[in-house]
């Protein structure tokens, strides 16, 4: 399953809450985080930070984790990381309460 990460870039990145704020099938993230392939990071460590942040901050990101689990048969995406352009906020909007609230 997908993992979909709440993260604070600093001079690492910072896992806001330590954990993923969602789990699910990658195939039902591309749309609502609008994950295009020109968003890849590849691998990245992130830094857990085991408090969730009451307020987001503007240079707040969401990530999405692909594991090789993920990989479809046609797929062209790859194992690592995407970028969402939406924040942390619009992310919940768009996908309800997040699992580590």
Known sequence: MAKVWFVRP???????????????????????LDLGLHRFHGAMPLVPNEE???????EDK???????????????YQVGFYSSPYSPKAAISRLGQP???
């Not at 600093?10 to 990658?26: V, W």
């Open 52 to 58: 969730t942040p009451q307020e987001f901050a503007p």
């Open 99 to 101: 699992y580590q609230g």
């Open 62 to 76: 969401v990530f999405v984790e692909v594991t090789a689990d993920d990989m479809k048969m046609g797929t062209s």
């Open 10 to 32: 600093q001079n690492k990145m910072i896992a806001l809450g330590g954990k993923p704020a969602y789990q699910g099938e990658m195939q039902q993230l591309i749309w609502p």
